[in-house]
């Protein structure tokens, strides 16, 4: 069974920072196309950023350019989204979410990520 487990979420004032942190099980992690969406009551889940199997390629959504960052650590089975420079329009329910295996591109999607994790609130104050 695959689980997908964010943590690191909170409160925090504009301006700060967090580090969401994803466990992943069941699943060879290594092989996967993993990404970070967020999404607020009555919008569309939006791709934050996402990271290729091989950590050798990453791609942001223009709402993380240049503020957070994206990593993996494969011998852990663990996904990292650090997240700088927050505003208060960054609030939402961040999730991970694993594509496929052995993907060469990072989709934006959210159809084309198989397994998702239950989320994790970020709210940022003003």
């Known amino acids: 069974q695959v689980q997908l487990v964010e943590s690191g979420g909170g409160l925090v004032q504009a301006g700060g920072s967090l580090r969401l942190s994803c466990a992943a099980s069941?699943?060879?992690?290594?092989?996967?196309?993993m990404g970070w969406f967020r999404q607020t009551p009555g919008k569309e889940r939006e791709f934050v950023a996402g990271?290729?199997?091989?950590?050798?390629?990453?791609r942001y959504g223009d709402s993380a350019k240049g503020r957070f960052t994206i990593s993996r650590d494969n011998a852990s089975n663990t996904m990292f989204l650090r997240l700088d420079s927050l505003e208060p329009e960054d609030t939402a329910v961040y999730y991970c979410?694993?594509?496929?295996?052995?993907?060469?591109?990072?989709?934006?999607?959210?159809?084309?990520?198989?397994?998702w994790g239950q989320g994790t609130q970020v709210t940022v104050s003003s």
């Open positions: 069941g699943l060879t992690f290594g092989l996967y196309v």
């Open positions: 979410a694993a594509s496929e295996p052995w993907l060469t591109s990072i989709g934006v999607d959210s159809a084309g990520y198989r397994y």
């Open positions: 990271i290729s199997w091989s950590t050798s390629t990453t």
